[in-house]
């Protein structure tokens, strides 16, 4: 298993009453410490946003990982949500479960080693920025 997981992952979640959430995760793993940020749409009806930025930070030990990914600012009714889930062999997947703290909500997620790299999707976020 390739030990680092340090890149661009293409993820998905789902949520109650939401459906599938699409998501780009962009990871750096430093000797199984994961950081890194998140950007994704928001589908809940009447978000007052239409993207949602987050911070990634937690850590791997072999196939399980588990980070906490905190809004950025908080998201539309809450701020922090856990992921717990495994690597595949090949270190192209990781799989698991969300769910946010002291509340019932939680769901299934899958997130998918990207083809680009960082600076590509860094580069591709510019862009799509309206001028300002």
């Given at each position: 298993m390739?030990?680092n997981l340090?890149?661009?992952w ?7 009453q939401?459906g599938i ?13 994961l950081a ?22 937690g850590h ?5 990982v ?19 889930g ?8 990781i799989d ?17 080693r990207s ?5 590509s ?12």
């Amino acid at each position: 298993m390739n030990d680092n997981l340090t890149g661009v992952w293409d993820g998905t979640y789902l949520q109650p009453q939401v459906g599938i959430v699409t998501f780009v995760a962009t990871l750096i793993d430093s000797g199984g410490a994961l950081a890194g940020d998140v950007t994704e749409p928001c589908k809940t009806p009447g978000c007052p946003l239409s993207t949602h930025n987050a911070s990634i930070a937690g850590h791997r030990s072999g196939r399980a990982v588990s980070f906490f990914k905190r809004y950025e600012p908080p998201g539309y009714g809450y701020s922090t949500v856990s992921y717990e889930g495994s690597v595949n062999a090949d270190a192209t997947e990781i799989d698991g479960r969300w769910r946010v703290p002291g509340i019932a909500l939680s769901g299934t997620f899958l997130m998918v080693r990207s083809t680009k790299t960082a600076q590509s999707v860094v580069t591709e976020e510019r862009i799509k920025e309206p001028a300002g």
